[in-house]
Nanobody, 115 residues
Framework: QVQLVESGGGLVQPGGSLRLSCAASGIIFSNYAMGWHRQPPAKQRELVATISSTGTTNYGDSVKGRFTASRDNAKNTVYLQMNSLKPEDTAVYYC?????????WGQGTQVTVSS
């Protein structure tokens, strides 16, 4: 059974940093690309970043140059380092993986950027 568990969210001031983690189980983690998504209040979920099985990353335009995705295959964990945070980054952040014919999502972690 595939499980994804996010952690690391919280309240941070504008300009601050947070690092999110997503621990995966039930898959051969090193074989899978992983994605980070977010859902701001009253808005649709959007893609933030992807990281391939070999570590190649891609980012949404709104986070390029500020966010960095990475992975530790030994720990079955993917990370999202978020720097220079802005109030518009406030959202629930989810990690996701496609396994077989479906996508699996974690429960999400809340990130609030506010002074």
């Amino acid at each position: 059974q595939v499980q994804l568990v996010e952690s690391g969210g919280g309240l941070v001031q504008p300009g601050g940093s947070l690092r999110l983690s997503c621990a995966a189980s039930g898959i051969i983690f090193s074989n899978y690309a992983m994605g980070w998504h977010r859902q701001p209040p009253a808005k649709q979920r959007e893609l933030v970043a992807t990281i391939s099985s070999t570590g190649t990353t891609n980012y949404g335009d709104s986070v390029k140059g500020r966010f960095t995705a990475s992975r530790d295959n030994a720990k079955n964990t993917v990370y999202l380092q978020m720097n220079s945070l802005k109030p518009e980054d406030t959202a629930v952040y989810y990690c996701a993986v496609v396994h077989g014919i479906r996508a699996y999502w974690g429960q999400g972690t809340q990130v609030t950027v506010s002074s």
